[in-house]
Nanobody, 123 residues
Framework: QVQLVESGGGLVQAGGSLRLSCAAS????????MGWFRQAPGKEREFVAA????????YYADSVKGRFTISRDNAKNTVHLQMNSLKPEDTAVYYC????????????????WGQGTQVTVSS
């Protein structure tokens, strides 16, 4: 089992930045690919970004490409999501997810999920 805890969410004005973190604990001896997803009120969960275990492969949703950057620090069992040029439509609960296999944007394939952190972008 792997436990994931997100942090770094908050309220920010449009154009601002936030850095989300996801700390993994438990069975971290297994190599996990990581993903970030988000869910806005009344909408389905959507893919944001994913990164392979090595960090050598990253994948982004078109809506965040060029604004968000996913990275990881395997020594600290942590993955980050740097979010720049935030827009009101980025407002959502952001979740990190982990799986031994790199599934990229396929949410249903991820085995482990955090509880989420709220990001609110005001206009």
């Amino acid at each position: 089992q792997v436990q994931l805890v997100e942090s770094g969410g908050g309220l920010v004005q449009a154009g601002g930045s936030l850095r989300l973190s996801c700390a993994a604990s438990g069975r971290t001896s297994t190599n996990y690919a990581m993903g970030w997803f988000r869910q806005a009120p009344g909408k389905e969960r959507e893919f944001v970004a994913a990164i392979s275990w090595s960090g050598g492969t990253t994948y982004y949703a078109d809506s965040v490409k060029g604004r968000f950057t996913i990275s990881r620090d395997n020594a600290k069992n942590t993955v980050h999501l740097q979010m720049n040029s935030l827009k009101p439509e980025d407002t959502a609960v952001y979740y990190c997810a982990a799986d031994p296999v790199f599934y990229g944007s396929v949410a249903d394939e991820y085995d482990y999920w955090g509880q989420g952190t709220q990001v609110t972008v005001s206009s």
